[in-house]
C-alpha cells in the first residue's frame, strides 16, 4: 500500500515556529543528549530513571522550571521541542508531562530487569542498589540500556517518529521536523526550499544554530567517514 504524501502544513503555526526558529540563529549550544565518559552516562541514566536529570539547560527547563534562555545548552532534538515552545506550539506542562512519563517508564523498565533478569548475586543483595559496583557492571548496563530504550519510546510519538516518511527529493515543507537516519542520530527542523535548495535549521555540526542547506550537511557528515545518512521527515504531532 503507498504511503499517503505528508503535506504542509500552513499558516500561523509554521509562521511562529520559523520566527522563534529564526531567533536562535547564532544562540544555544550544542552538547549531546547523553555524556560519552562511562561514569557520567551511568549518572545520567540513573537520573533519567528517577526523573531528576538536569545534565543541560533544556532538562533544567523541564525539571527546575528554569528559562534557559538564548545561551542554553542542549542537543539537537532537544532543541526541535525548545523551539515549539518559544514559538507557544507547547508549553511547559505538556514538556515536564511528557518527560515525567518518559522517566516513569524507564523506572519501570530498569526495575523489571533488575528483578526479572537479575543475576543469583542480585538476588543475593536485594537489588542493584546494595551491590558493589564493579560485581554489577554488566547487569547495571544492560538495565541502564534498556531503561534508555523505555524512555526513548515515550519521547519519540512526539516528535513524530511513527509518521517519518522516507525523503528523496523535492521540498520538505517548513515546519516538518528532519531526522537524519534515526532522530537520536541527529534531529533539525525543515526550512523549506529557499532558492532551489532544502533548507533547515540544526543545532549541529555548528557549535550554535544555524540556517543550512540539507545537502551541506550531508556531505559534511560524509566527510568524517561515516555512511550517507537515509533522511526521514515529519509533521510534528504539535502543529
Not at 512526539?158 to 522516507?166: F, M, P
Request: proline share 5%; with cysteine.
Amino acid at each position: 500500500m503507498e504511503e499517503k504524501p505528508i503535506e504542509a502544513i500552513e499558516g500561523e503555526a509554521v509562521e511562529k515556529l520559523e520566527a522563534a526558529g529564526g531567533t536562535l540563529t547564532g544562540k544555544l549550544q550544542w552538547q549531546g543528549f547523553l555524556p560519552t565518559d562511562l561514569a557520567e552516562l551511568a549518572t545520567v541514566l540513573l537520573q533519567i530513571c528517577q526523573g531528576t536529570a538536569e545534565s543541560n539547560d533544556f532538562l533544567k527547563l523541564v525539571f527546575k522550571d528554569v528559562d534557559p534562555g538564548e545561551a542554553a545548552i542542549m542537543s539537537c532534538w532537544e532543541f526541535v521541542f525548545y523551539v515549539a515552545y518559544r514559538a507557544g506550539a507547547i508549553d511547559r506542562e505538556y514538556l515536564q508531562t511528557l518527560f515525567k512519563l518518559a522517566s516513569q517508564k524507564a523506572k519501570t523498565v530498569y526495575n523489571k530487569i533488575l528483578t526479572t533478569t537479575a543475576t543469583p548475586l542480585a538476588i543475593r543483595y536485594g537489588g542493584f542498589g546494595s551491590i558493589p559496583i564493579l560485581q554489577m557492571k554488566t547487569h547495571q548496563k544492560n538495565a541502564l540500556n534498556y531503561a534508555f530504550q523505555g524512555f526513548c519510546q515515550v519521547i519519540e510519538p512526539e516528535l513524530g517518529v511513527s509518521t517519518q516518511q522516507k525523503w528523496t527529493e523535492g521540498e520538505i515543507p517548513s515546519g516538518c521536523v528532519v531526522f537524519f537516519n534515526r532522530w537520536l542520530d541527529h534531529t533539525a527542523l525543515s526550512l523549506g526550499m529557499k532558492d532551489g535548495q532544502q533548507k533547515i535549521l540544526t543545532l549541529w555540526p555548528h557549535p550554535t544554530v544555524v540556517e543550512m542547506n540539507l545537502d551541506d550537511l550531508v556531505t559534511h557528515i560524509v566527510s568524517l567517514r561515516r555512511p550517507k545518512p537515509t533522511i526521514y521527515f515529519t509533521n510534528p504531532p504539535w502543529l
